[in-house]
């Protein structure tokens, strides 16, 4: 039994990719991608956590963020197309409406 | 055994995927990444014994959330160019430092902290957490009923609010 200290060191890493992948990258869609490397490694923690402490409820918490996670995505990827419809970019770097 | 052998083959593949996802150039290659990750995250899952999760991991997000991915890249194209500079003054020299100082916090918190991953952890091999159907809903219809009601609600408002956006026109004149 692999411990659970190493799939959380695995999960870590992940999230700390995504991170800087939505720090670095200026298309929407990619960055949207990073978030959901973010939500998968903390995922993979939920489960790991669960299974260490042999409680069930970690894998309920996963179920609940694949709900979300999927919501999220079909409400932000219309975001995109909209904006794409309206200003031919998904460079988030062309978008400054809400600048002051 | 097979165990840890899973984990460091899955463990890398989930890795190089993330990388991929952050710097290939065209965004399908991303999204191929993203598919990489998101598989051997539902090996890992399998092999941590949450078997209906690694299912929907599969179904949802493999299947549908990253088709939608690829649908909208194909709808708003993939020939652009991402720009090199920085809009933002000093942003990849900021995130290289920041990166840096986590890394070394992380490592030194490895090396020479001195404390138990999961505290209350048991060393036995659990039984309870065998992911099964009837395992998951029991808690999910018992204690979490009303999470899950909101989730209804929230699927909903969602696909409803996808369409909204899909159908707004901007009026004319």
Known sequence: MVDAGWYMALAAAIFFIGVVGLLLRRNALVMFMCIELMLNAVNLTMISAGRALNDINGQVAVFFILVVAAAEVVVGLAIIVSIFRLRSTASVDDLSELRG | ?173
């Open chain 2, 1 to 173: 055994m097979a165990e840890a052998l899973l984990f460091v083959t899955m463990g890398l593949v989930a890795l190089a995927g993330a990388v991929t996802v952050v710097i290939a150039r065209n965004p399908v290659h991303s999204a191929m990444g993203l598919l990489g990750t998101l598989l051997s995250m539902a090996v890992l899952y399998v092999s941590q014994l949450a078997h209906l999760v690694a299912a929907v991991q599969v179904i949802v997000y493999a299947g549908a959330v990253l088709t939608l991915f690829l649908f909208v890249i194909m709808l708003i194209g993939v020939d652009e160019e991402e720009r090199r500079e920085d809009a933002l003054p000093h942003q990849r020299r900021i995130v290289a430092v920041l990166s840096g100082v986590i890394i070394l916090f992380a490592g030194g918190l490895i090396l020479f902290g001195n404390f138990e991953w999961v505290p209350a952890a048991t060393s036995t091999i659990p039984s309870a957490t065998n992911g099964t159907v009837s395992a998951i809903a029991e808690p999910l219809f018992t204690d979490w009923v009303l999470a899950f009601e909101a989730t209804a609600l929230l699927l909903t408002i969602g696909a409803a609010g996808a369409i909204a956006l899909a159908h707004y026109r901007r009026r004319e004149g």
